[in-house]
């Protein structure tokens, strides 16, 4: 936090490394002739990345073709692009680079290189448009080219859609490969096993096969050999472990080695957030919820209820059913009960409560999570657990209209400190709801110096009255509703009172 000027944007996002460059205009920054190709320094209070070069900066367009290699630095305006002549040899191959989104600008840059007739001949968009955009390009002739940078999305620019267009004559690639791993954690099952998917990003020519080796496994996890073949791009490793396995992690090292040349070379992976590659032996969930594919209506504010089977292959110990920690989509406003399965019993219903107001006729998809522990043979206790995630075993139901209703006559009040307000109240039920309905208002916890008396509407009656108590010294804050909750049984529902504090 500071009192001082922040930076909304930064311009250029960078500069040619062992020189002095102005950004935004005022502030001179001396780049270190030794920087990296990300340095981080200070912006007044701010701490901001740089992109540093050893090539030529522009930061206007000159009257004469650029000669590449070059850094040429710029903006796009909302609805415009910028252009930059350059003069392009056809004996030679050219990389055309974009640095946007890399460097914090929030420009979803294009390429595009127009020839001296206007005419478009080369472009990059990319797939996705949080990449910024590379082209490799050899001119079909020389002459003076004009590379096109522009906003993907029309109605977006600024001072703050800023660049860094770096070209420069191609530098063919020394043949190598670089691997990566699709995750940085794997678990691995008791007496099972898992799969782990290594990619290789070849360049320069790279095809020979790849030897993977994977070092630093926990105790009685073992790893099946693994070679990528001629020109091939991925493996997966798979890795088992025995019955009983400790449980426990450990990082490992990865790495391939191939030929490339006369040399033999190894690479290491690193993993994707540039940590630790991470194995886990894991204790296999023997028991599972199962039943067949259920969908029912269900009217809002009350439960709805599903059976289910449960596969305890072999477990015979108490189960706990409860609502999963991860839902295959948001609960909606479901909530549920956890509820214990005794030991031996194979089947169980499961009641969720559908609020009030969950929207009508949109499918309500509820997980469940079933869990248990497991003993080992040398007393070890672990929890272990299961979840609904087939669509066969979630808690499926399409919400319908509510059977109770209730009405606020007035769903706005004034609050007059040191006032008692009076809220009609109407309830509509069913038919087959005949008892009496338990009227509340809750209050959001912030209201200060308001307290509300629950209302009972008689079995024969549809009209009551909820009573509020303003206090002399009612503060509020009045910036979010009341909620009227009126319940009968396990039926519920609901309606938004506003006050308005009196100036």
Not at 67 to 75: H, I, S
Not at 409 to 430: N, Q, Y
């Amino acid at each position: 936090m500071t009192t001082g000027p922040v930076a909304d944007a930064v311009f250029p996002l960078g500069g040619k490394r062992g020189t002095t460059v102005q950004f935004n205009g005022d502030t001179a920054i001396t780049i270190p002739a030794d920087s990296p190709a990300l340095w981080t320094t200070r912006f007044g209070s701010q701490a901001i990345t740089l992109d540093t070069d050893d090539l030529p900066e522009l930061m206007t367009a000159p009257a004469k073709p650029v000669a590449p290699p070059a850094v040429l630095n710029g903006r796009v305006e909302i609805g415009t692009a910028t252009e930059w002549k350059v003069g392009l040899l056809k004996a030679k191959k050219y990389e055309i680079e974009l640095r946007a989104k890399k460097l914090g600008s929030p420009l979803c840059g294009v390429l595009a290189v127009l020839d001296a007739d206007g005419k478009e001949v080369a472009n990059h968009v990319p797939n996705d448009p949080g990449v910024d955009p590379v082209l490799a390009f050899q001119p079909p002739a020389d002459g003076v080219y004009t590379i096109r940078v522009a906003e993907r999305f029309r109605g977006r620019g600024g001072a703050d859609f800023a660049y860094r267009l770096r070209v420069r004559e191609a530098v063919p690639a020394a043949p190598d490969f670089r691997l990566k791993l699709a995750t940085d954690f794997l678990n691995v099952p008791r007496s099972g096993s898992a799969k782990w998917k290594l990619t290789a990003e070849r360049v320069g020519g790279c095809k020979g096969p790849i030897e993977v080796t994977l070092d630093g496994l926990p105790a009685g996890v073992t790893v099946a050999k693994a070679t990528m073949g001629m020109a091939q791009s991925s493996v997966e490793l798979v890795l088992s472990a025995e019955a009983l396995a400790k449980v426990a992690h450990a990082a490992v090292t990865i790495s391939g080695t191939a030929k490339i040349g006369d040399a033999t070379v190894t690479r290491t992976v690193v993993p994707p957030d540039g940590g630790e590659a991470l194995v886990a032996v894991a204790v296999p969930t023997p028991f599972v919820i199962d039943g067949v594919y259920t969908m029912g209506n269900g009217p809002r504010g009350q439960p709805y209820a599903r059976k289910y089977a449960l596969k305890r292959n072999g477990f015979d110990g108490p189960i706990e059913v409860r609502l999963a920690d991860r839902q295959a989509r948001h609960l909606q406003g479901v909530t549920g009960p956890t509820i214990t399965v005794p030991p031996g019993v194979s089947e169980f219903e499961y009641a969720v409560q559908l609020p009030a107001w969950i929207e009508i006729g949109r499918t309500s998809r509820t997980c469940l999570m079933a869990v248990g522990t497991v003993t080992d043979p040398d007393g070890t206790k672990h929890r272990v657990c299961h979840t609904t995630t087939g669509t066969n075993h979630q808690l499926i139901v399409v919400p319908e209209p509510g059977r109770l209703g209730i009405d606020l006559v007035k769903s706005v009040a004034v609050a007059v400190p040191g006032d008692t307000l009076r809220v009609p109240i109407v309830v509509a039920r069913a038919k087959g709801l005949n008892s009496a309905v338990k009227v509340e208002c809750v209050l959001p916890a912030h209201w200060r110096g308001v307290t509300a008396e629950p209302a009972t509407v008689a079995a024969d009656k549809t009209e009551g009255e909820l009573v509020l108590k303003i206090g002399k010294d009612a503060t509020g804050p009045f910036n979010m509703p009341a909620t009227v909750r009126a319940t009968t049984g396990s039926v519920v529902a609901e309606a938004k009172l506003e006050l308005i504090a009196k100036q």
